[in-house]
């Protein structure tokens, strides 16, 4: 039986039709496509957004509480940012597809966002000089926080050709507390709520995946040259 | 010697500009957008009551009933209002037991029968640091336990939520220990300020606000007001509250509003008033929420840094 738009059956005879040239895989169909695809975009998708939400918030379209809506959309969508930017080179690993074109637009954006989240707590949520300050030396989530934050800051200041000419292999070194500052981020999430919720707990799963990966490929890159 | 108003919601506030007034704060925050406002400050809270009235304004009924705690429905603010709706609230009943002359399973209409149906207006302190300002409708749960006859040895009062997987979905998840739990000392429940409360804003208890029977007791943190109560038992024991038996170290059996006292993640020191837009500094929370008249008696000689 003939179903309505079945498309295998059409790839079937496109496929078996003689004289037809072999199909390039479909990540470098990908991959072509991208290349017509700038990076710069994203910027201005980085600037129109927190804009928008706090838009949004002065005119009382989100929600309640917009203070608390504002803090957790744009620190949720930094840690969102943030773990596209490390899922970069595993996908290349593993389907061939290479986002490496977009990733430092990843990164610093994941960067603008948590420092946006940082901002909303500092000067519309918390607003209390002394409370801020207990909180830093007090709080576990707001600890490892901040500690996520410090950790990604000299990487977006050096996330610039000019620092990675300068800084040779060190670069690399230096970069991969992309992965520390990520799980660090996801567990702030994890223990700010109250009880165990599941929405922090996969992205905390996630993060751990693609660290996994990562871990993975290093050892069997390792094994292979040893 | 207790004040009673003889306003009406319906007189005092019309629905529709009660319902209409976010859109006015709403304008009102645009406007005020380009006023520098100094970035870091608290407000000051002069509260005064009148009766068991606060003189604060209340939050509208929209902020009242889209901003819900009720994790049977959801962890998200806006879950409870999203799914409630499934929620069946008639035909209810109440178990009533344990240290009491008269137990039984009471009917709805049973339990409320009789009762002296008060409006207050209470403020509302969540342990999570938001506040609001809530009117609610209902009866003093002294006059419940009077009517079913509390015994000599009774010391507590526990309170159990509606356990029904299947109209409450947060239940189908083991985010906490299900049935919810609450509890009360026995004098406690006997303040005139503890409220077993029936509507807001003059109308039935909206589902999403622990219909058709709730507790309300306002100087404690908001989740020892337990929603949609089907169960209440007078025991000798302390009961162990659902948050509690959840995490000890952070959440208490008393969980009365405490400035000094803060959760080990966060601070108590100071709240956000729900409703007073993007800008609104927080404000000072105050010991008891601000009944300390009504209530710090009970307490005195305990220490409420280990009582948290």
Not at chain 1, 10 to 27: C, F, G, Y
Not at chain 2, 78 to 91: I, K, Y
Not at chain 2, 187 to 204: F, I, K, R, S, V
């Amino acid at each position: 039986m003939v179903r309505p738009f079945d498309v295998s059956l059409d790839l079937k005879a496109i496929a078996m039709t003689p004289n037809a040239p072999p199909r390039e895989p479909v990540s470098r169909r990908i991959n072509s496509a991208l290349r017509k695809v700038p990076a710069w975009p994203l910027y201005i998708l980085a600037l129109i957004y927190p804009a928008w939400l706090f838009y949004q918030a002065v005119t009382g379209t989100l929600g309640i509480d917009p203070v608390k809506e504002l803090e957790h959309t744009i620190g949720l969508r930094g840690l969102q940012v943030l773990i596209a930017t490390l899922c970069v080179t595993p996908l290349r690993k593993y389907t061939g597809v290479n986002l490496i074109r977009y990733r430092r637009a990843l990164g610093l954006i994941g960067f603008w966002f948590i420092f946006l989240h940082l901002n909303v707590w500092l000067f519309l949520d918390v607003r209390n000089v002394s409370l801020i300050l207990a909180d830093l030396v007090k709080r576990p989530y707001i600890i490892i926080g901040m500690v996520a934050f410090a950790l990604l800051v000299p990487l977006a200041l050096t996330s610039n050709t000019l620092s990675i000419r300068k800084l040779g292999r060190n670069w690399r070194r230096l970069h991969w507390l992309a992965y520390p500052a990520t799980v660090l981020g996801a567990l702030h999430f994890v223990i700010l709520v109250k009880g165990w919720q599941v929405e922090p707990l996969v992205y905390f799963a996630i993060v751990l995946a693609v660290l996994a990966t990562r871990i993975s490929i290093k050892r069997l890159a390792l094994r292979r040259s040893g | 010697m207790r004040f009673k108003s003889e306003l009406k919601y319906s007189e005092v506030t019309p629905r529709a500009a009660y319902l209409n007034r976010r859109q006015i704060m709403a304008a009102a925050a645009g406007t005020g957008l380009l006023a520098a406002t100094p970035a870091f400050a608290q407000e000051k809270v002069d509260v005064s009551f009148n009766g068991f009235d606060t003189s604060e304004k209340p939050n509208s009924f929209e902020e009242i009933t889209n901003y819900n705690n009720f994790y049977e429905f959801g962890t998200g603010k806006e879950d409870p209002a999203a799914n409630a709706g499934q929620l069946t609230t008639d035909p209810w009943s109440v178990e009533i037991g344990g240290l009491v002359d008269k137990p039984g399973t009471y009917d709805l209409a049973d339990v409320i029968g009789g009762k002296d149906i008060d409006e207050r207006i209470y403020r509302f302190r969540c342990v999570e640091g938001w506040s609001m300002v809530i009117p609610w409708n209902g009866f003093e749960l002294n006059q419940l336990l009077a009517q079913v006859g509390v015994q000599p040895s009774a010391k507590y009062v526990r309170f159990e939520t509606l356990y029904r997987p299947d109209e409450m979905p947060g239940q189908r998840r083991a985010i906490l220990d299900w049935p919810y739990v609450e509890g009360l000392r026995l004098d406690e429940a006997m303040n005139p300020l503890t409220l077993m409360a029936t509507g807001l804003y003059g109308e039935d208890l909206p589902k999403q606000n622990g219909a058709p029977l709730r507790l309300v007791v306002p100087w404690k943190y908001g989740f020892k007001s337990i929603k949609s109560i089907v169960k209440i038992d007078l025991t000798a024991e302390e009961p162990v509250n659902t948050w509690k038996d959840a995490n000890f170290r952070e959440y208490g059996f008393y969980s009365n509003v405490n400035p000094t006292v803060n959760h080990p993640r966060w601070s108590q020191a100071q709240e956000r008033r729900i409703g007073g837009g993007v800008f609104a500094k927080p404000q000072e929370t105050l010991m008891f929420n601000g009944y300390g008249d009504w209530v710090a008696d009970m307490y005195a000689g305990m220490d409420l840094t280990k009582f948290f």
